[in-house]
């Protein structure tokens, strides 16, 4: 099985800096693409960054200039630098990736259990 683990989610001021983290963790042989997804409530789901493995990234309109995604390949970790946080950017921030398990030849869409960030005003 492949488990993803997120931190670093919070309570911040706008204007403020956070940092999350995301190691995928399990029977892995591969981690393909790996990326952020966020959630407000109410809302659907929606992109916020996601990042190849070979480092190709894109970013959701709404976050480019202030977030950066980035990967260490090494410990199956993607991480996101949010800053110049907004309180529109307030919602739970779930981690994905595409992976092969070393048990199967084929890529999996996994979820972490999501992590809160709330931006204050």
């Known amino acids: 099985q492949v488990q993803l683990v997120e931190s670093g989610g919070g309570l911040v001021q706008t204007g403020g800096s956070l940092r999350l983290s995301c190691a995928a963790y399990g029977t892995i042989f591969r981690v393909n693409a790996m990326g952020w997804y966020r959630q407000a409530a109410g809302k659907q789901r929606e992109l916020v960054a996601r990042?190849?493995?070979?480092?190709?990234?894109n970013y959701a309109d709404s976050v480019k200039g202030r977030f950066t995604i980035s990967r260490d390949n090494a410990k199956n970790t993607v991480y996101l630098q949010m800053n110049s946080l907004k309180p529109e950017d307030t919602g739970v921030y779930y981690c994905n990736a595409d992976a092969v398990r070393t048990d199967r030849p084929y890529s999996y869409n996994y979820w972490g259990q999501g992590t809160q960030v709330t931006v204050s005003s």
């Open positions: 990042i190849t493995s070979g480092g190709s990234t």
